[in-house]
């Protein structure tokens, strides 16, 4: 409701504040420059606080959605995003992220060299591998294969 309120009144500033102006000492010019600094601050903040909350109400309609649909044993095993206590427990989240999701892609870029490898050779499996890599670290990988 705070980001509705704060967008209106940067409309409400664009038209308020270079009448006052105009009021205060004749100057309009001063006045359409603060409506519209008014204008262009309040409302950059409250569209971003409102897309903010746009995108995580669809993320959790989403979760909540991927977690009825998929079966039992599938079900992702971590809670939805919850913010850190303090510093070192922000450090230490960031850290388990990290780490798993090294561990999560070196466990598939394994799977797919060995499963390639085993099915049509080892040119297939160099390229399963660069097609497991993420794409800025697989881009520069191809140029120096390339080379």
Known sequence: MHSFIQLFSGVVDLVYLPV??????GRIVRGL???ANSFTHSTAVSLLQLTTKLF???QCVAEV????????QHRRSSPSFQHPADLREGLVNAYQVVTNDI???ASSIQHAAVY?????GITSAVGGVLR???????SRSSHFLKL
Do not use: C
């Open 33 to 35: 420059q603060r409506g």
């Open 56 to 58: 995580s109400s669809i």
């Open 132 to 138: 497991e890599i993420p794409p800025p670290y697989s």
């Open 116 to 120: 390639n490898h085993s099915t049509k």
């Open 20 to 25: 006052q102006q105009y009021r205060e000492d």
């Open 103 to 105: 561990s999560s892609r």
């Open 65 to 72: 959605t991927y977690d009825l649909v998929s079966p039992s």
